[in-house]
């Protein structure tokens, strides 16, 4: 990583199998096909952003995922949605980097507000985006339910 941090870049389809790959290492075990088909369907919309975090070695360190959110109950809002930065090259400004961008990005589009959810077993991740100021607001419950085919 270069001392100015890593450097990002919008993510391409070819990225594919390594957003796969960093995703795994996260709980989330996901083909890269289907990577490569839920970012034909997000990459080049107007709101929604992806980037990549490059190391010095070519490889990519990290991935992003944010999307502006229009709320009838709320202003709009910029939500981060996926953040995965490879455990091998955890704190070392690659996370931190990243959301900088996705707030750049967020504040070029107007939003003045930044939200992003974190699962209460990811305890390591609370603290990092504390010291992006980011403060806790609410703990809810997710719930889900299967509808029609699978994507």
């Known amino acids: 990583m270069s001392p100015d941090g890593p450097r990002i870049r919008p993510v391409t389809s070819e990225d594919a199998a390594a957003v796969a790959a960093l995703s ?3 709980g989330y075990p996901v083909a890269a096909e289907a990577i490569a088909a839920r970012l034909e369907r997000l990459l080049g919309r ?39 930065v490879d455990g091998r090259r955890r704190r070392g400004g690659i996370g931190r980097g990243l959301v900088a961008e996705a707030e750049r990005w967020a504040a070029s589009r107007g939003l003045r ?39």
């Open 46 to 84: 107007e709101d929604q952003l992806v980037l990549a975090a490059v190391a010095d070695d070519g490889e990519l360190a990290g991935w992003i995922h944010a999307a502006e959110q229009d709320l009838v109950e709320a202003e709009r809002r910029c939500e981060i949605l996926g953040l995965v």
């Open 24 to 26: 795994g290492q996260l």
């Open 113 to 151: 507000q930044m939200s992003v959810r974190s699962n209460v077993a990811r305890e390591e991740s609370h603290p990092f985006y504390e010291a992006q100021g980011y403060g806790r607001v609410k703990t809810q419950q997710v719930y889900r339910k299967p509808i029609g085919g699978s994507t």
